[in-house]
C-alpha cells in the first residue's frame, strides 16, 4: 500500500464520518462546519485524482461562497432549541421512506453488471476547458436554475425571518 492509497483511505473514511456528522448533530452550526471539513475532505480526493481545477474550485466555491450563504441563513432563521428538540411523525416517516428509496435505488444499481471501461478513451484531468466548456454550452440552464433557486431561498429566508410584517 503506498501513499496514495492511503490517503485516499484517509480522505474516503473522513468523508464518510463527515457526512454522518453532518447528519447526526443537532446543532445546525456545528453541522455546517462538518460539512465544510466534507467539502475539503472532497477536494483531497480531488487532487488525488490530479484534478486540481476542480479541488481548487471545490475549495473556493462550496466550502467558501455557499457554506457562508448556507451559515447566514441558519443565523437568519434563528432556531430555538426547543423548536429543533421536537419530535415530528411527518418528518420520520418522511426519512423512513426516503431511506427506503435510497436502499431500493442501490439495489437496482448493485444488480447491474458492471461493465468495464475502456482503458485511454476518457480523461479525468479535470483541467479548467474541460470542466468551463460543458458547463456554458451544455449545462448552462441547469445552471443559471440552481443560481436561482439560491437565490429565491436566500430571499425566502430573510422573509421568514423578518419578526414585524406590516
Known amino acids: 500500500m ?9 480522505f474516503s473514511i ?3 464520518l463527515c457526512g454522518v456528522l453532518v447528519i ?9 462546519l462538518a460539512l465544510v471539513l466534507l467539502f475539503v475532505c472532497m477536494a483531497g480526493l ?3 485524482l490530479e484534478a486540481f481545477f476542480l479541488a481548487a474550485i471545490q475549495v473556493l466555491v462550496y466550502a467558501g461562497a455557499v457554506m457562508v450563504l448556507f451559515l447566514f441563513v441558519i443565523m437568519l432563521l434563528d432556531l430555538k432549541a426547543s423548536e429543533r428538540r421536537k419530535f415530528r411523525f411527518l418528518a420520520a416517516v418522511g426519512g423512513v421512506v426516503v431511506a427506503g428509496a435510497l436502499a431500493w435505488e442501490f439495489a437496482i444499481i448493485l444488480n447491474r453488471p458492471i461493465k468495464p471501461l475502456l482503458t485511454g478513451t476518457t480523461d479525468f484531468g479535470g483541467s479548467l476547458e474541460a470542466v468551463v466548456k460543458p458547463l456554458f454550452s451544455r449545462y448552462m440552464l441547469p445552471f443559471e436554475v440552481t443560481a436561482l433557486l439560491l437565490l429565491v431561498a436566500m430571499v425566502g429566508v430573510v422573509l421568514l425571518s423578518k419578526k414585524d410584517m406590516k
Open 14 to 16: 473522513a468523508m464518510l
Open 2 to 10: 503506498n501513499a496514495h492509497d492511503i490517503l485516499f483511505w484517509f
Open 24 to 32: 447526526a448533530n443537532r446543532n445546525p452550526i456545528h453541522s455546517a
Open 46 to 48: 480531488f487532487v488525488l
